[in-house]
């Protein structure tokens, strides 16, 4: 399977514990985006990186949110210090620099529920 | 309000209906316009996208664009149980997608 993955699909944690995803976008893509997706709503943009570097950080990535992408390959989202409110679909999305902007693949997402 | 407003539904039709699915938008410089489809537990993905006003089609489904009014609609002819799905609509800022709420829509066989 060539297109986006992302590790774990589902996770549940107790408030107060940090976290880490993990997302593997498609191989020839530049450029990796994070999305957070609550309850009966559209994605929310959270960050974007084009190779290693992060261009882009929305105002909804607190400051308990750091994403990486040490090597422009893989990235990982990690939240610390996990509040209820932190509960969502983490989406991870990958295109090439030179594609438009609705040629975003996406992965399957992470399930975080924080109890 | 949101930068794009979708009516989040469910909506429910029997097996072979037209679908009408739409959104409005705010932010004039939108370019671009999708529609994504997501079923439950599975990320969004691409059905049709739209640059500008003006109609696209791709089998059973159309999109249409006004720019005027800012409305955008998608259309599913000949609908089926495995077009239920939450269907989202979308416009472009620079490399960022903005979303709306996303339509649950229900086929019924």
């Known amino acids: 399977d060539t297109g986006v993955s992302q590790d774990p699909r589902h996770k549940i944690t107790k408030r107060g514990q940090n976290v880490t995803f993990r997302c593997d976008p498609i191989?020839?893509?530049?450029?990796l985006y994070w999305y957070r997706q609550t309850l009966g709503q559209g994605p929310e943009f959270l960050t974007y990186f084009q190779n290693e570097a992060q261009l882009e950080k929305s105002r909804l990535l607190s400051d308990r949110f750091s994403a990486e992408r040490p090597k422009g390959s893989f990235s990982t989202l990690e939240i610390q210090r996990t509040e209820q409110g932190d509960s969502a679909m983490y989406l991870c999305?990958?295109?090439?620099?030179?594609?438009?902007?609705?040629?975003?693949?996406f992965g399957p997402g992470t399930r975080l529920t924080v109890t | 309000q949101k930068e794009v407003e979708q009516d989040p539904g469910p909506l429910s039709v029997p097996e072979g209906a037209i679908v009408s699915l739409n959104c409005t938008y705010s932010?004039?410089?939108?370019?671009?316009f999708m529609w994504y489809r997501q079923y439950s537990r599975k990320g969004p993905e691409l059905l049709m996208y739209t640059y500008s006003s003006g109609n696209k089609e791709d089998g059973r489904f159309t999109a249409q664009v006004d720019k005027s009014s800012k409305y955008i609609s998608l259309f599913i002819r000949d609908s089926q149980p495995s077009d239920s799905a939450t269907y989202l609509c979308?416009?472009?800022?620079?490399?960022?997608?903005?979303w709306g709420a996303g339509t649950k829509l229900i086929i019924k066989p």
């Open positions: 979308a416009g472009d800022s620079n490399y960022q997608l903005i």
């Open positions: 999305a990958s295109s090439h620099s030179s594609g438009r902007v609705y040629e975003q693949y």
């Open positions: 191989s020839e893509h530049n450029r």
């Open positions: 932010n004039s410089a939108f370019q671009y």
